[in-house]
């Protein structure tokens, strides 16, 4: 099967009749059509600026997969991964046909996956201009080769205007998004926010690549100047994008990644960061980037002036900017790596428990990246009074297709093989809890994780954390040791075990669903 380049690659998906075909636009053409059809604004800096409406986020229960020969046994069905028949979703596809007859669509050919060995194309068709816009930024820019490629390629169609309806198309609301492995094709439909185009290609890289013996990776990756390469790992607002964009090392990929035998690789060709209170001082290559080319959703702009505010979250706390990641200047064009020194897990512990660093064995990595623990503050959503744990198995369990011990057990097999080493650090609350203590000062986190790449941190003495069993260093380069022992930065001690205490046990609480989990795996969590 090759790249589909032709009117008749449309036409065998259903897609006849149509409007215009824009293909590969660039995206000074893209931002044109965008304005044109009045479906976003320019912002003071040059940034295309649009809005998604009620979808400001992903809709993780909107999101199906088609069970068939392809995928049944394999799928880890639950809440991220709800099954469609193979009939009801060609009802869906159908309908979505007929809907774009007579319309205009934006086509691009594009890729993922910077390794050639596991490069995959793929073919965007969206109804927006500015989707493919954001779909051209995102992903990776498609080569000649990739057009004459033997490689299976992905084709996603995304048109949100068309709305399912859930008795004749077995969906849940008016938005879908379907993925059939069997036909390669995603169809979203009924949503505006356009990270679930870039979150669809994550979902299949996480299905396909498993079986080649790559392990996918919900993090970010950058080199040092000697070619050491950390990996991050880490949920929405620990800082993973922020931490990884280090202007004393080159970027790899702020967000999904590879790591085959020839090391790691960043799927994307972009970026797309969180731009809520977004600081020139504290994250100047995001703030740079952020120029003619980029796409903002949901970010505010005055009306008079569109400068954009980023302390504004009137529309979501959720807001975002794209862009390609040639606009960082300290960065990997190839996207590739070696095969990594250090592996980080960042959890935002707004509970003000967990150690600011911590050194892991080989059975605690493996423990917190099961756990895939953050925390949901408090006030950010209706009826959320006090923090609540959020666990998200290997950082990332809406995109895996797959069941969590599968991903887990190719990190293992990794670590040991390349002798990895592993930390854990709090970019929480330090002092207390949210609305008691205060969140750790980045430039403290930035020391850390220094000091973790560089391996600095391994030749302090340690303590063994009571409650959690962490490797607790007694001294950081550039960073208090007051701040070290959480423990110790509470007024009232008491109040720190019994909170402490309570966090270890969602821990357990949460970890009990991997039942079949090696004994000294489930040891090597909180006592």
């Given at each position: 099967?090759?790249?589909?380049?032709?009117?008749?690659?449309?036409?065998?998906?259903?897609?006849?009749?149509?409007?215009?075909?824009h293909?590969?636009?660039?995206?000074?053409v893209?931002?044109?059509?965008?304005?044109a059809?009045?479906?976003?604004?320019?912002?003071?800096?040059?940034?295309?600026?649009?809005?998604?409406?009620?979808?400001?986020?992903?809709?993780?229960?909107?999101?199906?997969?088609?069970?068939?020969?392809?995928?049944?046994?394999?799928?880890?069905?639950g809440?991220?991964?709800?099954?469609?028949?193979?009939d009801?979703?060609?009802?869906?596809?159908?309908?979505?046909?007929?809907?774009?007859?007579?319309?205009?669509?934006?086509?691009?050919?594009?890729?993922?996956?910077?390794?050639?060995?596991?490069?995959?194309?793929?073919q965007?068709?969206?109804?927006?201009?500015?989707?493919?816009?954001?779909?051209?930024?995102?992903?990776?820019?498609?080569?000649?080769?990739?057009?004459?490629?033997?490689?299976?390629?992905?084709?996603?169609?995304?048109?949100?205007?068309?709305?399912?309806?859930?008795?004749?198309?077995?969906t849940?609301?008016?938005?879908?998004?379907?993925?059939d492995?069997?036909?390669?094709?995603v169809?979203?439909?009924?949503?505006?926010?356009?990270?679930?185009?870039?979150?669809?290609?994550?979902?299949?890289?996480?299905f396909?690549?498993?079986?080649?013996?790559?392990?996918?990776?919900h993090?970010?990756?950058?080199?040092?100047?000697?070619?050491?390469?950390?990996?991050?790992?880490?949920?929405?607002?620990?800082?993973?994008?922020?931490?990884?964009?280090?202007?004393?090392?080159?970027?790899?990929?702020?967000?999904?990644?590879?790591?085959?035998?020839?090391?790691?690789?960043?799927?994307?060709?972009?970026?797309?960061?969180?731009?809520?209170?977004?600081?020139?001082?504290?994250?100047?290559?995001?703030?740079?980037?952020?120029?003619?080319?980029?796409?903002?959703?949901?970010?505010?702009?005055?009306?008079k002036?569109?400068?954009?505010?980023?302390?504004?979250?009137?529309?979501?706390?959720?807001?975002?900017?794209?862009?390609?990641?040639?606009?960082?200047?300290?960065?990997?064009?190839?996207?590739?790596?070696?095969?990594?020194?250090?592996?980080?897990?960042?959890?935002?512990?707004?509970?003000?428990?967990l150690p600011?660093?911590?050194?892991l064995?080989?059975?605690?990595?493996?423990?917190?990246?099961?756990?895939?623990?953050?925390?949901?503050?408090?006030?950010?959503?209706?009826g959320?009074?006090?923090p609540?744990?959020?666990?998200?198995?290997?950082f990332?369990?809406?995109?895996?297709?797959?069941?969590?011990?599968?991903?887990?057990?190719?990190?293992?097999e990794?670590?040991?093989?390349?002798?990895?080493?592993?930390?854990?650090?709090?970019?929480?609350?330090?002092?207390?809890?949210?609305?008691?203590?205060?969140?750790?000062?980045?430039?403290?986190?930035?020391?850390?994780?220094?000091?973790a790449?560089?391996?600095?941190?391994?030749?302090?003495?340690?303590?063994?954390?009571?409650?959690?069993?962490l490797?607790?260093?007694?001294?950081?380069?550039?960073v208090?040791?007051?701040?070290?022992?959480?423990?110790?930065?509470?007024?009232?001690?008491?109040?720190?075990?019994?909170?402490?205490?309570?966090?270890?046990?969602?821990f357990?609480?949460?970890?009990?669903?991997?039942?079949?989990?090696d004994?000294?795996?489930?040891?090597?969590?909180?006592?």
């Amino acid at each position: 099967m090759t790249m589909m380049m032709s009117r008749k690659a449309l036409e065998d998906y259903g897609l006849v009749n149509l409007g215009t075909i824009h293909w590969n636009l660039s995206p000074g053409v893209l931002i044109e059509h965008a304005l044109a059809r009045q479906e976003g604004k320019l912002a003071a800096n040059g940034v295309l600026s649009a809005t998604t409406g009620s979808h400001t986020g992903r809709s993780p229960k909107d999101k199906f997969i088609v069970s068939n020969e392809e995928s049944t046994e394999r799928i880890w069905w639950g809440e991220n991964n709800h099954p469609m028949t193979p009939d009801t979703f060609e009802i869906v596809r159908r309908s979505l046909a007929d809907y774009l007859q007579g319309r205009d669509v934006y086509v691009l050919d594009a890729a993922a996956g910077a390794d050639p060995q596991y490069r995959m194309p793929i073919q965007v068709i969206t109804e927006l201009a500015w989707h493919n816009l954001f779909a051209r930024q995102l992903f990776l820019r498609a080569t000649e080769s990739d057009q004459t490629s033997d490689q299976p390629g992905f084709t996603i169609l995304c048109v949100p205007h068309f709305r399912t309806n859930p008795r004749t198309h077995g969906t849940r609301s008016d938005a879908a998004i379907i993925i059939d492995f069997k036909e390669r094709l995603v169809l979203i439909a009924g949503t505006e926010y356009a990270g679930e185009m870039k979150k669809a290609i994550f979902t299949v890289l996480n299905f396909i690549l498993p079986a080649r013996g790559v392990l996918p990776m919900h993090c970010s990756a950058n080199v040092g100047v000697n070619g050491d390469v950390a990996l991050f790992f880490g949920l929405s607002g620990t800082g993973k994008t922020s931490l990884s964009a280090d202007s004393s090392r080159r970027l790899i990929g702020d967000d999904e990644h590879g790591w085959g035998e020839n090391g790691v690789f960043n799927f994307e060709g972009g970026c797309y960061a969180k731009c809520i209170n977004l600081s020139e001082k504290y994250e100047p290559q995001i703030w740079n980037a952020v120029r003619f080319g980029a796409v903002y959703e949901n970010v505010v702009l005055d009306e008079k002036t569109r400068q954009p505010d980023y302390a504004d979250d009137s529309l979501t706390e959720n807001t975002r900017a794209a862009y390609p990641i040639d606009y960082i200047d300290n960065v990997v064009m190839d996207g590739m790596g070696g095969q990594p020194e250090a592996v980080i897990f960042l959890s935002a512990d707004s509970f003000g428990v967990l150690p600011p660093i911590s050194r892991l064995t080989t059975e605690q990595a493996m423990y917190y990246f099961l756990s895939g623990y953050t925390s949901k503050l408090a006030g950010t959503e209706a009826g959320v009074t006090t923090p609540q744990a959020t666990f998200s198995s290997c950082f990332g369990a809406a995109f895996l297709p797959r069941r969590p011990g599968e991903y887990a057990n190719l990190l293992r097999e990794r670590i040991e093989k390349h002798h990895v080493r592993c930390y854990l650090i709090n970019t929480g609350w330090t002092g207390g809890p949210y609305g008691i203590g205060a969140r750790i000062n980045i430039n403290y986190t930035r020391a850390m994780v220094r000091a973790a790449i560089s391996g600095e941190i391994d030749k302090a003495n340690v303590t063994i954390d009571p409650i959690f069993g962490l490797h607790v260093p007694a001294f950081c380069p550039d960073v208090p040791s007051s701040i070290l022992a959480p423990r110790g930065t509470w007024s009232d001690p008491a109040a720190y075990d019994q909170q402490a205490q309570q966090l270890a046990e969602r821990f357990k609480k949460n970890f009990a669903q991997f039942d079949l989990v090696d004994d000294s795996i489930r040891q090597a969590g909180p006592h």
